[in-house]
């Protein structure tokens, strides 16, 4: 009995020995640094020679194999998906161009080849793209950055989304580097300094996936959560400071444009309510001999259901799919009643002008068509086709058909009042050229001046940002 106590009290210790050991040499691992790394540091390769195990599936993100039914990683072109989109954005710039979001490597590359940057921008528009944000707002403040043109901030944005974006090159700790959700939460009375660390692994993300705008003369970015995150509280805030982010071309509504409020709509599901967070099924980890790291690949969870979901739940791969698949099927098909619904009233509104209807006949049906669309907008331009709160999601579509459906029976009157007959005939719009004749956008033009900005304004760029950088300690 002594012996076999012994015995077992000596591998106890031994085992316990080990994983001091393994924890040890996984703590040095990771925060050895063999050159320390500045602050403001842009550049992922200078941050990678630290950490290569986080740097290396970091540039995984330059994959774009991945499709999955409503998401993954390969440019899918929108606007040809669901030719009504052009429709819905007459006379703003996502007519022209709107894809599905790629890695994160991508990020600069795609603002430099999207048409909308075609349109002059404010650099507002880099404030998510690159981690030269951060080292450029040091430098002169985010207002200024903020007030600049996006073309005069071109050279300085080459580094896209990176360690700097999330990290605090001393700690390493996790860190928020852009103002505006600091801002939003100091004016909801709260100290983002005080989130807790499992808080963190979601704040990090909702820097950048929030919905946001562009407020006032500076274009100062800033989230409208003053009056709470949900897809209600965010209109009523909109209404109440009388922001519209463009006229509509057919309907001369005075729209929105839902950003990618991925956060607010996680925050509203139950995952969210159980504390999980955005690392939690996006940054999984994964281990290596006795090393275990954050994988720094962010994709799609259905990639990797493995490390992703089965960390928490027992069912199987396939099934885990499946209930992904069940909620986002449910999503999309409101999501596209929606869509037509909108797409329809727009220029069923116009014909109404056309026919000679006044401000007082229309006041009702712009205001339901806003928020119609806003609410619309709240859900298909978050990522995730819904599955981060599908219950949220359907709601939110509800009102959204609900509100167009009403703007059309007031239209109804409004086109009998001036004798239009209905049904109203509608331009072909089933395919997004045809589509966007129909809005009247030149498309040979706005794509020969984004082949004029590629071959000769971009290099000089390049060459302006190569120049500056062999400035910085080299590694
Ligand atoms: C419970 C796990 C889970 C949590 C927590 C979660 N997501 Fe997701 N996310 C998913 C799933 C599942 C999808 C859908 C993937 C698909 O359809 O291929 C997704 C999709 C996405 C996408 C689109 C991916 C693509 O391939 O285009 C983005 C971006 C995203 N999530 C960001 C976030 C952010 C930001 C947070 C936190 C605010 C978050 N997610 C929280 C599971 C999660
Ligand atoms: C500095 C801004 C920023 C931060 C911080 C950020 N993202 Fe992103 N994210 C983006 C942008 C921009 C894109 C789209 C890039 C493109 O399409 O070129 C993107 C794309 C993605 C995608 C789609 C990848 C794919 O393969 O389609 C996922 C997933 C994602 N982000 C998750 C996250 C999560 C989770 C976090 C937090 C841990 C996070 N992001 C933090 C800006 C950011
Ligand atoms: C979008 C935000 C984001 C970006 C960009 C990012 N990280 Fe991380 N990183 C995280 C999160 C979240 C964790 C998990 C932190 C935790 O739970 O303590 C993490 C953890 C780490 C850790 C701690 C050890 C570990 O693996 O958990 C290191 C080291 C690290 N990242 C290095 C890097 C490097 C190097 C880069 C650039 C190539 C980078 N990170 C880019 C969000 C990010
Ligand atoms: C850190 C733990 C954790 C991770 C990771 C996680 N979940 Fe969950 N999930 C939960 C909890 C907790 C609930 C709530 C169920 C409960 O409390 O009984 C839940 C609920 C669900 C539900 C039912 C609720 C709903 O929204 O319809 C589905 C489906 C689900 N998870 C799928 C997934 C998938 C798919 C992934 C991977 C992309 C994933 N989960 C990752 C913890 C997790």
Redesign the pocket.
Known sequence: MLFIGTAAVVFGAGLFAASIVERRTESRL??QMPKPIPDWEPR?EV??Q??P???DS?MMTRDTTSVTRYAGSARIDYLEKYPELVVMWAGYAFARDYNQGRG?YYSVTDVHQTLRTVQPQPATCWACKSSDVPRVMNDIGAREFYRTPWVDMGPEMVNP???A???DPDT???RITRPALVEAFERQGRDIQQAS?QE??SL??AQCHVEYYFRGEDQYLTFPWDKGLGADAMEAYFDYHEFTDWVHALSKAPMLKAQHPDYELYRTGVHAERGVAC?DCH?P?RREGGIK??H?H?QSPLNNITESCQVCHRESEATLRQNVYDRQDRISELRRIAEKNLARVHLEAAAAWDAGATDRDMEAVLQLIRHAQWRWDWVAAANSMGFHSPNEALRVLGTSIQRSQEARVLLARVLSQYGIPQPVQLPDYSTKEKAQQVVGLDMDDIRRQKAEFLDNVLPTWQEQARLREATYDQP
């Open positions: 990771y925060f992922n941050w990678g630290n950490f195990r986080q740097y970091y994160h989304i990176g360690c974006d999330c990290h390493m700790n996790l660390h963190m692994r990090v993300c690392a940054m980890y790291y954050t720094h962010l």
